[in-house]
């Protein structure tokens, strides 16, 4: 009888050494082998019935659960709290100050050290018409900075300082290739002057684009821009959104809000543009960005419908050319539009290929021009012009 008893235990505690429970097994063991059974029993001993034994795994089950919870919390904690540790002394606080005719301004944001020679990455935003910039690092010490190169259609600068080495942790750039969205993602600056402030989430969304200033032909905007819910506000300018190994996905920028604080909605350069542009920055104290000279937009089922074209061709239709710009020399034809900016019938052309990369949204037309693509190179445009397919060549210029 007593092995009877033993029995449903025994295959339990097998399940739960399997499963890696070895020191919750060896305290159920030993208290199960202390409640021995009396030498004599005035009455029969009861078995264990199917309904107790189910019970048993139900609350062991409990306890593994309750244990593996506790220690998933505290990995969690332990690699935010490294996180912090490793990135907080890389991120500075960015104080500047500007004389003009209409008198005198100031402002703040965030940067993080590049390397080791003093440079520092920030946003071209947070340092424009600045005569004055001091940077803050985080164990408070203080230094005046020069600016060595500004990129307005990137929205970044390159800032440096005069201070030893040691004093100088340069961050770890990753792969914002590899972003996925559901990823966490950790914001480190100084909103609203508070230093070496840290807050988290997920990255919401990619492939975003953010309209950073106008151009001959339209506006000019940065592609495959990260979205996130982490907490993002003014200040934050110019740090970091990086990854749980503490590696900077990208450059935090800008926010969506009609109060001018955080809803949840935070937009970041990627770091593989940050890693394309930066160095140039340092090296000639500018950047120029190849154009198309046009404005344009993605098509849509109804706008195809609407200009002849069958309601799954997908594109992005030429709206103006900029008059003498790359895509004006090469023959590019905009849409008619009435006086309140409606398309009027058919006209203008569709792209729906850049050297033979599918174009089907005007932000993969953007991403490629932004990664693919210098002032001076020769592209090959696949076109639709009053439905019929052929190819333009035209010679990419510097955004003016």
């Known amino acids: 009888m007593k092995l009877k008893r033993v029995l449903p235990v025994l295959f339990l ?6 499963s890696g429970c070895g020191a919750a097994v060896t305290l159920a063991l030993s208290e199960i082998m202390d ?7 005035p009455t029969p001993v009861v078995q264990s019935t199917p309904t107790q034994a189910v019970d048993l795994r139900a ?5 593994v659960q309750n244990m593996a919870t506790a220690e998933i919390t505290a990995a969690l904690q332990s690699a935010y709290e490294q996180v912090y540790e490793r990135v907080n002394p890389s991120v500075v ?7 003009s005719f209409r008198g005198f301004s100031a402002g703040e944001g965030s940067g993080f050290v590049w390397d080791q020679q003093g440079h520092i990455v ?17 164990d408070g010490s203080t230094a005046e900075a020069e600016i060595v190169g500004t990129d307005p259609d990137a929205d970044l600068a390159v800032i440096r300082v005069d201070v030893p080495a040691d004093r100088l942790r340069p961050v770890v750039m990753a792969d914002s290739s590899q972003v996925k969205v559901g990823q966490i993602a950790i914001a480190i600056g100084n909103p609203y002057g508070l230093s070496g402030t840290m807050t988290e989430g997920i990255v919401s969304a990619l492939s975003r684009s953010l309209p950073v200033g106008e151009t001959p032909g339209g506006t000019y905007t940065i592609p495959d821009i990260i979205q996130t819910d982490a907490a993002i506000n003014p200040g934050n300018s110019g740090g970091v959104l990086v990854n749980i190994e503490g590696e900077v996905i990208g450059v935090t920028t800008a926010i969506r809000s009609s109060s001018n604080s ?3 909605i935070g937009f970041v350069i990627p770091s593989n543009i940050v890693s394309r542009i930066v160095p140039v920055l340092i090296d000639t104290g500018k950047y120029e960005h190849p154009r198309l000279g046009i404005s344009g937009m993605t ?10 074209l069958p309601e799954d061709q997908r594109g992005v239709l030429v709206i103006n050319v900029a008059a003498n710009g790359p895509a004006d020399k090469a023959g590019l034809q905009g849409t008619r539009q009435s006086r309140t900016g409606e398309i009027i019938g058919s006209g203008g052309d569709v792209i729906i290929a850049i050297d033979g990369h599918p174009i089907t949204k005007f932000e993969d037309l953007t991403s490629y021009l932004f990664n693919n693509t210098e002032v001076g190179q020769t592209v ?16 990419l210029e510097a955004v003016p």
């Open 35 to 41: 409640a021995k059974e009396p030498a004599a029993a």
């Open 122 to 138: 920030t946003n071209n935003h947070v340092v424009d018409g600045a005569s004055v910039v001091v940077v803050t690092f985080a």
């Open 380 to 395: 090959t445009l696949t076109i639709l012009r009053n439905g019929r397919e052929q190819t333009v060549e035209l010679t």
């Open 93 to 99: 606080n960015i104080q500047v100050a500007s004389t």
């Open 262 to 264: 955080n809803s949840g």
């Open 13 to 18: 505690i097998s399940a739960l050494v399997l």
């Open 59 to 63: 609350a062991a089950a409990s306890n």
């Open 299 to 308: 098509l849509s089922s109804d706008l195809a419908a609407e200009l002849g």
